[in-house]
C-alpha cells in the first residue's frame, strides 16, 4: 500500500491534469559552473523532447566510439517533458566527434565545450520548471494556497518515482536486505536510495501530520540554508530567543533523518519523534546500516524559489527554481491532487 504523505497546507480540493504533452513540462538543468574550456572531456548542452536521458546518452557513446560508462550525466530527467541537461563525454587525447546526426526534431544540441573534470551523477545546482496544469477544477482558493507554497515551501518529500512501480523498488531492497544477490551495481544503489528515501518520508510526514513542521524542537537538527551542513541544539547552540530568530529567517532549517549507520544526531523530544516513526521499519534501517549507509541529514521543507504563476480559467502556468536533489512532484501534489496522464517527474 503506497502511504498517504502528510500535506503542509492540506489535501487540495483542485483536480486538473498534468503533461498532457511534453511542453506542459519544461526542465532546465542549472549546473552552477561553466565549462572551463580545455580538458579531456566534451560537455554538451541537450534539448530533448519524448526521449529518456539514458537512450540520448547511448547515442553519444555510439557516435563518439567509447563505452556507454564514458558518457556520464548530472541528473536523470524524465522522457515525457521537455529538457535541457548536460552530458559529458570522456575523450582523452581525441578529437571531438561528428555529433550532427544526432540532431532532429527531438533532440537538439545548443552548446558544446571543454572540461577538465568529469560531469558526475549530481554535480548541478538545481533546475527551473514551467509546468502547465489544465483543466483544473475547484480553482477558487488556488491563488491562496500558492501563495501559501510560496512563502512557507512543501513538505521535501521524495517523489513516487524513486521506490518504483507500485514501491517495487522497496519490495527488491526488503530481498535484497534478506540475502538476494544483486549483481548489478545500478540497481543495487536505486534499491538502497529507494529504502533510505521511504524513511525519510516517514519520518517527515510524522514530525508534519504531529503540527510541528514549522516549530522548534529541543534536540533538532538544524540544517545551514543552501547547504548540507547540519547541527543539533544542544548546550552550545541552545534553543533561545536568538535560534528562533534564525529560523523565522531561515537561516537554518528543521531536518529529518536520512538513515544510516551510527548515532541518530538529534536529541531529546525530536529524537523521539524520529525514533518513533521509523519504530516498525527494523529492516530497512538494519539494512541501510549493513551496507555501510551514514546517518545524514534531509531538510524537512522545500521552499521554491522565483516562484510565479499565471491562472487562467481552468488553466494554471507555473515556474520556479529548485536545488538538486529535490522533486517538483512535492510541489505539484499540494496544488492539485488525480493530477491524470503521466506523472512521473525527474529530479
Not at 536523470?76 to 521537455?82: G, I, Q, S, T, W
Not at 581525441?94 to 555529433?99: G, I, N, R, T, V
Not at 517523489?159 to 514501491?167: E, I, L, S, V
Not at 524537512?300 to 507555473?318: C, F, I, N
Request: hydrophobic share 40%.
Amino acid at each position: 500500500m503506497i502511504p498517504a504523505w502528510h500535506y503542509l497546507h492540506g489535501e487540495p480540493d483542485c483536480v486538473g491534469r498534468l503533461k498532457v504533452v511534453p511542453e506542459d513540462f519544461i526542465v532546465r538543468e542549472d549546473l552552477g559552473f561553466a565549462p572551463c574550456g580545455e580538458g579531456e572531456h566534451i560537455l554538451l548542452h541537450i534539448r530533448k523532447r519524448g526521449q529518456n536521458t539514458q537512450w540520448v546518452a547511448r547515442e553519444l557513446a555510439r557516435l563518439a566510439g567509447v563505452a556507454q560508462r564514458d558518457v556520464t550525466w548530472a541528473g536523470l530527467k524524465d522522457r515525457h517533458a521537455v529538457t535541457e541537461q548536460w552530458f559529458g563525454v570522456h575523450l582523452p587525447g581525441k578529437a571531438e566527434p561528428d555529433f550532427s546526426s544526432l540532431e532532429g526534431d527531438e533532440v537538439q544540441i545548443l552548446a558544446r565545450a571543454r572540461h577538465n573534470k568529469k560531469l558526475k551523477i549530481g554535480a548541478l545546482k538545481g533546475n527551473r520548471f514551467e509546468l502547465n496544469l489544465t483543466e483544473l477544477s475547484d480553482c477558487a482558493a488556488l491563488e491562496s494556497r500558492l501563495s501559501a507554497i510560496a512563502t512557507r515551501g512543501v513538505p521535501n518529500y521524495y517523489g513516487d518515482q524513486r521506490f518504483g512501480h507500485n514501491f517495487g523498488n522497496l519490495d527488491q531492497a526488503r530481498a535484497m536486505f534478506n540475502g538476494r544477490r544483486i549483481k548489478d551495481r545500478n540497481k543495487r544503489s536505486m534499491y538502497l536510495s529507494a529504502a533510505r528515501s521511504y524513511l525519510f518520508n516517514l519520518a517527515a510526514s510524522k514530525r508534519l501530520s504531529s503540527g510541528l513542521g514549522e516549530q522548534l524542537l529541543a534536540g533538532d537538527c538544524l540544517m545551514l540554508a543552501g547547504t548540507q551542513s547540519f547541527f543539533t541544539l544542544n548546550e552550545d547552540n541552545p534553543l533561545d530567543d536568538a535560534m528562533q530568530a534564525r529560523f523565522a529567517e531561515d537561516d537554518v532549517r528543521i531536518s529529518s533523518p536520512m538513515w544510516g549507520r551510527g548515532r541518530l544526531p538529534s536529541l531529546e523530544a525530536a529524537a523521539e519523534l524520529e525514533l518513533s516513526a521509523l519504530s516498525e521499519q527494523e529492516d530497512l534501517c538494519q539494512g541501510l546500516e549493513a551496507q555501510g549507509l551514514k546517518q545524514e541529514r534531509r531538510a524537512l521543507l522545500l521552499k521554491p524559489r522565483d516562484m510565479s504563476w499565471q491562472l487562467d480559467g481552468a488553466q494554471l502556468k507555473l515556474s520556479f527554481w529548485l536545488p538538486a536533489g529535490s522533486y517538483a512532484t512535492s510541489v505539484v501534489r499540494e496544488i492539485a491532487k488525480d493530477l491524470q496522464a503521466n506523472e512521473n517527474i525527474s529530479e
